[in-house]
T-cell receptor, first 112, second 112 residues
Framework: ETGVTQTPRHLVMGMTNKKSLKCEQH?????MYWYKQSAKKPLELMFV???????ENNSVPSRFSPECPNSSHLFLHLHTLQPEDSALYLC???????????FGPGTRLTVL | GQQVMQIPQYQHVQEGEDFTTYCNSS?????IQWYKQRPGGHPVFLIQ?????EVKKQKRLTFQFGEAKKNSSLHITATQTTDVGTYFC????????????FGKGTLLTVNP
């Protein structure tokens, strides 16, 4: 499945680093999402973009900064993260906000 | 806010045995979606149920949506080792305040 791609697939960063996660969808969808998946926790929705506009921010700390330059691309900028931010970060897209979501392979993030 | 509870959290079966996971929502749902995540993989959409009392089948998988549209189940008949993974339900609240809330998932392991 290559409809939704994410880079990098793995990332190790220090607490003072700045990095960005990239997501690209090739499905012509209008909505894109960032999720965090930690061990023993459910999928946590972080941000929702609909037609490039952010429509949802689920109380995510400001050290996570999303960017959606167009309907096909979504970024998650990371700075001064904490070790507890280590997790699998999943990007997803859907045709409309109410539709089935298609997930990317995720970025496995480790914060040292 | 909307909560989606899923049980059991873990289930280990012998190959050939049946398996069922249950999903309960604190609110009436517009529809419910089921996803499967293989170990090391990402969630992949399986099916969406919309109508009250709806039952859908995919080979050995049977999905049901409760009459009150607040609960759902996924039943696998005669499990195989390829069924291993985490099964998530996701409830859609619908309406203008659309929100897809994922359950914690049920991790299924199958002993060959």
């Amino acid at each position: 499945e290559t409809g939704v791609t994410q880079t990098p697939r793995h990332l190790v960063m220090g607490m003072t680093n700045k990095k960005s996660l990239k997501c690209e969808q090739h499905l012509g969808h209008n909505a894109m999402y960032w999720y965090k998946q930690s061990a023993k926790k459910p999928l946590e929705l972080m941000f929702v973009y609909n037609f490039k506009e952010q429509t949802e921010n689920n109380s995510v700390p400001s050290r996570f900064s999303p960017e959606c330059p167009n309907s096909s691309h979504l970024f998650l900028h990371l700075h001064t993260l904490q070790p507890e931010d280590s997790a699998l970060y999943l990007c997803a897209s859907s045709q409309w906000r109410t539709d089935t979501q298609y997930f990317g392979p995720g970025t496995r993030l480790t914060v040292l | 806010g909307q909560q989606v509870m899923q049980i059991p959290q873990y289930q280990h079966v012998q190959e050939g045995e049946d398996f069922t996971t249950y999903c309960n929502s604190s609110t009436t749902l517009s529809n419910i979606q089921w996803y499967k995540q293989r170990p090391g993989g990402h969630p992949v959409f399986l099916i969406q149920l919309v109508k009250s009392g709806e039952v859908k089948k995919q080979k050995r998988l049977t999905f049901q949506f409760g009459e009150a549209k607040k609960n759902s189940s996924l039943h696998i008949t005669a499990t195989q080792t390829t069924d291993v993974g985490t099964y998530f339900c996701a409830g859609n609240s619908g309406g203008s305040n659309y929100k897809l809330t994922f359950g914690k998932g049920t991790l299924l392991t199958v002993n060959p």
